[in-house]
């Protein structure tokens, strides 16, 4: 089946930087849709980024000029890079993969039939 692990959060003070890293395995992963989702504590989850085969990127308005998604195929790894964090960028952050597209990546959760574990992102001011 398919595996997908993130890595890279921690904790970080307003205007830091992170990086993000979903190391896939499983399926072939330069061929399909790969996203960033988020989920703060009683909020729902919610996408911040995907990703085509091809590496064209969409990003949610929240976050648009700060982070930029990115991926390596012959390294099956896809990484997020975050820059000038805000307390509201605070969540657990999913890597998923949606392997019945390729192009045209979609923005609902629905799309996305495999997950990460998480991994926290904490941002203080």
């Known amino acids: 089946q398919v595996q997908l692990v993130e890595s890279g959060g921690g904790s970080v003070q307003a205007g830091g930087s992170l990086r993000l890293s979903c190391a896939a395995s499983g399926y072939t992963y330069n061929r399909y849709c790969m996203g960033w989702f988020r989920q703060a504590p009683d909020k729902e989850r919610a996408i911040v980024s995907a990703?085509?085969?091809?590496?064209?990127?969409i990003y949610a308005e929240s976050v648009k000029g700060r982070f930029t998604i990115s991926r390596d195929n012959a390294d099956n790894t896809l990484y997020l890079q975050m820059n000038s964090l805000k307390p509201e960028d605070t969540a657990m952050y999913y890597c998923?993969?949606?392997?019945?597209?390729?192009?045209?990546?979609?923005?609902?959760?629905?799309?996305?039939?495999?997950w990460g574990q998480g991994t926290q992102v904490t941002v203080s001011s």
């Open positions: 990703i085509t085969s091809d590496g064209g990127g």
């Open positions: 998923a993969a949606d392997t019945t597209r390729s192009f045209a990546c979609l923005w609902g959760t629905s799309s996305y039939k495999y």
